[in-house]
């Protein structure tokens, strides 16, 4: 059996990260979607909201399974038995990041390979900063993400809105 890791922030999950999910899962055996826990940027989620929003929203796909980790994605990879890592690119931006990041894991994990998946057209231009941004402003963010993430971002940005428009995670 191969699984493959698809590593990430998810702050939140959208249609692009869903997309990249889905078209994995049909091309390995088990996908693990790791969810990191302490990137170096500010976040909208913490860590279990990142990890349900992601359950959610991949709950139909059985070979699919979504974990929190921390430290090294190599370490993980091996910690969880996968060979493969995943990882979903929108432009040239995205592949000269992925490639270094990808450079860099293969000198820490010669055993493990990268795998880029292209992503579908239609989320081309959609990244977790974008809909924040576009949910911040309150702009409509129906066709970016599924409901229950429409529903726990305007929760969020309204919570925000209240706190006088200072958060921690924002």
């Known amino acids: 059996m191969i699984k493959a890791l698809y590593p990430g922030t998810f ?3 959208h249609y692009g990260h869903i997309d990249i999910a889905q078209r994995a899962a049909q091309l390995w055996d088990a996908v693990i979607v790791a969810v990191y826990d302490r990137p170096s940027k500010k976040l909208m989620f913490n ?3 990142r990890v349900a929003l992601f359950r959610e929203a991949v709950a139909d796909l059985p070979n699919v399974q979504v974990l929190p980790y921390s430290g ?3 370490d993980f990879a091996r910690q969880v038995g996968t060979k493969v890592m995943v990882r979903g690119l929108r432009a040239i931006s995205d592949f000269e990041y992925e490639f270094q990041i990808a450079l860099t894991n293969k000198e820490l994990a010669p055993d493990i390979e990268f795998c880029a998946l292209m992503t579908s057209l239609d989320h081309a231009f959609l990244s977790s900063s974008i809909l924040k941004e576009v ?3 309150h702009g409509n963010i129906s066709t970016m993400c599924p409901p229950h993430v429409q529903r726990a971002l305007q929760q969020r940005v ?3 809105h209240e706190a006088g428009g200072k958060f921690d995670r924002i």
């Open 158 to 160: 309204q919570d925000w």
């Open 11 to 13: 702050d939140p999950v």
């Open 47 to 49: 860590i279990d909201e």
């Open 72 to 74: 090294l994605t190599v």
């Open 135 to 137: 949910a911040i402003l």
